[in-house]
Each structure stands twice: as C-alpha cells, then as structure tokens.
T-cell receptor, first 112, second 113 residues
Framework: GDSVTQMEGPVTLSEEAFLTINCTYTATGYPSLFWYVQYPGEGLQLLLKATKADDKGSNKGFEATYRKETTSFHLEKGSVQVSDSAVYFCALRNSGNTPLVFGKGTRLSVIA | GEEVAQTPKHLVRGEGQKAKLYCAPIKGHSYVFWYQQVLKNEFKFLISFQNENVFDETGMPKERFSAKCLPNSPCSLEIQATKLEDSAVYFC???????????FGPGTRLTVL
C-alpha cells in the first residue's frame, strides 16, 4: 500500500539556521503531496502542497518540491524561527483514494 | 461554521465504558474524515463520509467502533467498551469535494484508564 517515510526527530536547530526535513513516499499512481504542521496542543494545519511532479509548494518561508524521479518531497526553510517549533507531517493522497496517508512526524525545536 | 468543531476537547473513560465524540464539519463541506493519532504521532485513517453516507470505512475496527453523519446533526464517532489502546487523539477533517484540501479540527483527546 501507499506509505510515507520521513526523517526521525527530534530536530533541534538554532534560530536562523537552515532546515531540511526529508520525506519520501511509495504510491501507485500520481499522488498529491502535503506538509502539515501541528503546533503544541493544536490540530493539524496545512502548510503547503503540490499536486504534480515538479510542482513547488511554498508558504511562510517553507517550500518543498515534488520530485517524482526520487519520490521525494523534502521540506526546507532558509531561516527558522522559535515560532516554527512544532511537529511536521509529510502526507500523500492518492488520486481516487481520499484518505491522507501520513508519515510519523518530525518534531522540530528551534532555540534562540 | 468556518472551522471544523470537535467536542469534547478531552474525554476520560474507564476501560469498558462507552465513549462518544462529535464533529461539526465546515458548512458546505460534503466529506468528513476521522483519523486516530496514537502515541508517537502516528495517524491512522478510520472512516469517511460523503454527506450521511459511509464513503470509506477500511480503517474502522468494526467490532467496537461505529460512526454516523446524520442530516442537521454533528457527526459522531462512538467506541463501545473502550480499551486502553483506544487512548489517542481523534481528529475530524472535512472537505468540500472528494479531492479537495481537508481541514482539520482541534481533536478530542481520549484517555482510557
């Protein structure tokens, strides 16, 4: 079945450091790819998405590019802030199959 | 409403007791999804509805879990005879159309003692 693998956390960075959270997927067909963020004590918020190969999703300084050849959707941000501390989930949704399939989440802690 | 609403925020049950969780999707959204987030952050899809009809129930533990979405009422997820392993945060999400973005509610934390 479809699956998402993302790097194990926790990831601890200093403010203004560069962030990469790796995500790879296995899916039949042509899935849409997502990054969700969960701040402490809150629900999931969609951070960005990409629906086809080579699409780049971006939001709040975060970006990720849909790479079909490497089945990857790595999340990057050039300069993290303390407020970015959260758990980040990579997810996919295969066309014609509506449930989201999530990775296990990566906890990011940014220290001042 | 403009947000997915879930009640209660927290629910504590003794093992064997019943638990019932509620979800009000965003007005105008036809699809409702239930997910279970267990320890270690893992998400598991449970069930989805298209209006009041079950759309996909491949993730539902059939024996003790049931769910409904009735017209003009919040959707509900019910667990009969809860077990310790049912302790989790249960998220509801809604979308306008089948392949549209899913908007998540704040979740209900169920603790089974």
């Amino acid at each position: 079945g479809d699956s998402v693998t993302q790097m194990e956390g926790p990831v601890t960075l200093s403010e203004e450091a560069f962030l990469t959270i790796n995500c790879t997927y296995t899916a039949t067909g042509y899935p849409s790819l997502f990054w969700y963020v969960q701040y402490p004590g809150e629900g999931l918020q969609l951070l960005l998405k990409a629906t086809k190969a080579d699409d780049k999703g971006s939001n709040k300084g975060f970006e990720a590019t849909y790479r079909k050849e490497t089945t990857s959707f790595h999340l990057e941000k050039g300069s993290v802030q303390v407020s970015d501390s959260a758990v980040y989930f990579c997810a996919l949704r295969n066309s014609g199959n509506t449930p989201l399939v999530f990775g296990k989440g990566t906890r990011l802690s940014v220290i001042a | 409403g403009e947000e997915v609403a879930q009640t209660p925020k927290h629910l504590v049950r003794g093992e064997g007791q019943k638990a019932k969780l509620y979800c009000a999707p965003i007005k105008g959204h036809s699809y409702v999804f239930w997910y279970q987030q267990v320890l270690k952050n893992e998400f598991k899809f449970l069930i989805s509805f298209q209006n009041e009809n079950v759309f996909d129930e491949t993730g539902m533990p059939k024996e003790r879990f049931s769910a409904k979405c009735l017209p003009n009422s919040p959707c509900s997820l019910e667990i009969q005879a809860t077990k310790l392993e049912d302790s989790a945060v249960y998220f509801c999400a809604s979308s306008q159309f089948r392949d549209n973005e899913q908007f998540f509610g704040p979740g209900t934390r169920l603790t089974v003692l």
